[in-house]
């Protein structure tokens, strides 16, 4: 719960009217995740894999809201191609390797590794001079880190 209140309160509530949608679809979609990893978790490590089905979904859901609630216009081939490699190529590797970890790997260090991406993407802004550091930065981190140490420190006393 430390980790989790620190990457909100890294990212920030500087929401505008507009930006209400997408922060509850992305909420809806940090909720579905869960309910995934959860099932995943209860199916242990030798899960079928069940990815490929739920991205093919998440695809046609996300098209389907796209075009319910968004005006298209279609970009051109360059900025399409980077879509594609920034977005949506690392966003299915990633996936595939939380899944893979969440079945057989440190479950602690992948929950750790979740919060602290927040923190990670604003200290890199800020060593670039895209972001200025600031007390939500620094209080988020030390929530996030000191969430991290009492995560590794109760999965310890389990094993």
Not at 50 to 71: D, N, V, Y
Not at 79 to 103: E, H, K, T, Y
Request: aromatic share 8%; charged share 10%; proline share 4%.
């Amino acid at each position: 719960m430390l980790a989790l209140i620190g990457a909100v309160v890294v990212i920030g509530p500087h929401w505008t009217d507009g930006e209400v949608t997408g922060v509850a679809l992305a909420g809806a979609s940090g909720l579905m995740w869960a309910v995934f990893c959860v099932y995943r978790l209860w199916q242990g490590p030798n899960a079928p894999n069940a990815l490929t089905a739920g991205f093919t979904l998440s695809a046609f859901l996300a098209i389907i809201l796209h075009f319910a609630l968004k005006t298209s216009v279609w970009p051109g081939s360059g900025a399409l191609l980077g879509a594609l490699l920034n977005g949506v190529v690392p966003l299915a590797i990633g996936n595939l390797a939380w899944d893979q970890g969440l079945r057989k790997g440190d479950k602690v260090l992948l929950a750790i590794a979740a919060y602290a991406t927040p923190l990670i993407s604003a200290l890199i802004l800020v060593a670039f001079g895209f972001a200025t550091a600031s007390a939500n930065l620094l209080v988020g981190g030390v929530l996030i880190v000191a969430g991290g140490i009492v995560s590794s420190r109760r999965s310890s006393r389990r094993t």
